[in-house]
C-alpha cells in the first residue's frame, strides 16, 4: 500500500516563528499536494507539486512556501507562523493523471500557532 | 470559480437503511468525480471515482451515480452499518489541471443500530 508520511502528528509553535511540515511518500509519486481542512470550509490547496523543483500555488498560498528537492518529499513552510494558520494540515500524493488519479493522504498535522 | 455543494452537512439513518449522500456543482465540467471517506482526525481515504462518460459505478456496497447534464453525483452505501459512520466527501477534477481536485465539505454520515 501506499504511504504517506507527515513527520508529526502534533505541533505547537509560537506566533512569528518558522514552521517546518514535512511529507515524505514512497510510491514514486509524480503528484504532491498540501491541503489545510478547518471546520465548515472543508480541504483547500495550499500549493501542488507536479515534479522535483516544480511548485504551483493553490488557492490560498499566501503566508506559504513549499520546497521539493526530492521526488519523494514535499515540505511546507510556515515563513512566519501567525494563528489563523491553526488548523489540519493534510499532505497527499498521486500518480500520473489519466490512470492513477486517486490522492493518497497522511494522517494529518494539527498545528497550533499560540 | 467553481462551487461544489455537498448538500447535507449531517445525515443520521438506522442501520440496514440505504444512505444517499448528494455532491452538486457548478461553473465546472470535471473530467471526473471522486468519493473519500474521513474519519476523525485521520486523512480523507479514496472510495470511488467516477469519469465523465460513465454513468453508474459499484463496489461492494457503495454505488456512485454521474449526471453532468444535472451537475449532479449522488453517493449510495447500502446495508449501512455503524462502521460506516464517518464523514464523506467529493472531489471534482479536470480542466487545465489535471490531478487538481477541488474538495467539498463533505456529509457527515452517522449510522444508528
Known amino acids: 500500500d501506499v504511504k504517506v508520511t507527515q513527520s508529526s502528528r502534533y505541533l505547537v509553535k509560537r506566533t512569528g516563528e518558522k514552521v517546518f511540515l514535512e511529507c515524505v511518500q514512497d510510491m514514486d509519486h509524480e503528484n504532491m499536494f498540501w491541503y489545510r481542512q478547518d471546520p465548515g470550509l472543508g480541504l483547500r490547496l495550499i500549493y501542488f507539486?507536479?515534479?522535483?523543483?516544480?511548485?504551483e500555488k493553490g488557492d490560498i498560498p499566501e503566508g506559504y512556501s513549499v520546497s521539493r528537492e526530492k521526488k519523494e518529499r514535499f515540505s511546507l513552510i510556515l515563513e512566519s507562523a501567525s494563528t489563523n494558520q491553526t488548523s489540519m494540515y493534510l499532505c497527499?500524493?498521486?500518480?500520473?493523471?489519466?490512470?492513477?488519479?486517486?490522492?493518497?493522504f497522511g494522517s494529518g498535522t494539527q498545528l497550533s500557532v499560540l | 470559480s467553481q462551487k461544489i455543494e455537498q448538500n447535507s452537512e449531517a445525515l443520521n439513518i438506522q442501520e440496514g437503511k440505504t444512505a444517499t449522500l448528494t455532491c452538486n456543482y457548478t461553473n465546472y465540467s470535471p473530467a471526473y468525480l471522486q468519493w473519500y471517506r474521513q474519519d476523525p482526525g485521520r486523512g480523507p481515504v479514496f472510495l470511488l471515482l467516477?469519469?465523465?462518460?460513465?454513468k453508474e459505478k459499484r463496489k461492494e456496497r457503495l454505488k456512485v451515480t454521474f449526471d453532468t447534464t444535472l451537475k449532479q453525483s449522488l453517493f449510495h452505501i447500502t446495508a449501512s452499518q455503524p462502521a460506516d459512520s464517518a464523514t464523506y466527501l467529493c472531489a471534482l477534477a479536470g480542466g487545465s489541471t489535471l490531478g487538481r481536485l477541488y474538495f467539498g465539505r463533505g456529509t457527515q454520515l452517522t449510522v444508528w443500530p
Open positions: 467516477i469519469r465523465e462518460n460513465e
Open positions: 497527499a500524493s498521486s500518480g500520473t493523471v489519466p490512470t492513477n488519479e486517486k490522492l493518497f
Open positions: 507539486s507536479y515534479d522535483v523543483k516544480m511548485k
